[in-house]
């Protein structure tokens, strides 16, 4: 059996160093892998966040969006943190600002996409991150890296539009060369394994809920 990517570096989260792939449905399962893009599967499922973000959402591709949307909120407000909050150094520092850039064109894309299709877009979670240092910041960012790229490659199947798959797609591949630069940085292999997996809910929701206050 291939060992996971996420074993290189040790233990950057429990349940990204187990990851399984379980397929993935346009029904149910798909909704919950949208929610645990969130973080927000589970325990948090009956939410106000989640309760607000279905009723902006709209159903469908929309629902995706939105949802989607507020994993890019949480990613972007980690990156400004960190660039406010942490003692970086100069390499670090330059690709969080490129990186944070990124998470906020993610964001107006996301929105904007939502707003054209009639839906509402989802309201920024209050999120926190416990920031000490560098190694600290690197730890974290791969963990939020690594369950972006699973989020999207689960939630991929049940996006009913050809289109806005092609933006998804897009969208997963800066995320994944994110995940690779972070990587990097803490001296370990960019892409060691052939094959990434699709994260289920339950996983996602191990690796991000502690990050979302509401």
Do not use: W
Request: net charge negative.
């Amino acid at each position: 059996m291939q060992q996971d990517s996420r074993q290189d570096v040790g233990p950057v989260a429990p349940e990204l160093a187990a990851v399984e792939v379980a397929p993935c449905s346009r029904g149910a399962a798909i909704a919950k892998a949208a929610l645990g893009a969130a973080g927000l599967y589970g325990a948090l499922a009956a939410g106000p966040l989640v309760r607000r973000a279905f009723a902006q959402g709209g159903g469908g591709d929309v629902e995706i969006l939105n949802f989607a949307l507020t994993l890019e909120y949480l990613e972007a407000a980690f990156y400004e943190r960190a660039l406010e909050q942490v003692d970086l150094g100069d390499e670090v520092r330059e690709f969080a600002a490129t990186i944070r850039d990124d998470e906020n064109a993610h964001v107006d894309a996301l929105a904007k996409t939502v707003r054209d299709l009639g839906g509402t877009p989802a309201d920024a979670p209050t999120v926190e991150f416990p920031f000490s240092d560098e190694a600290a910041f690197l730890e974290l960012a791969q963990t939020l890296e690594d369950t972006g790229v699973s989020a999207y490659d689960g939630a991929a199947p049940a996006i009913r539009s050809k289109e806005l798959l092609a933006t998804a797609g897009s969208i997963v591949q800066v995320e994944a060369r994110h995940a690779a630069r972070v990587r990097l940085a803490r001296n370990a292999p960019p892409a060691p394994n052939a094959f990434d997996p699709a994260l289920n809910q339950r996983q996602v929701l191990r690796a991000i809920q502690p990050f979302v206050a509401s």
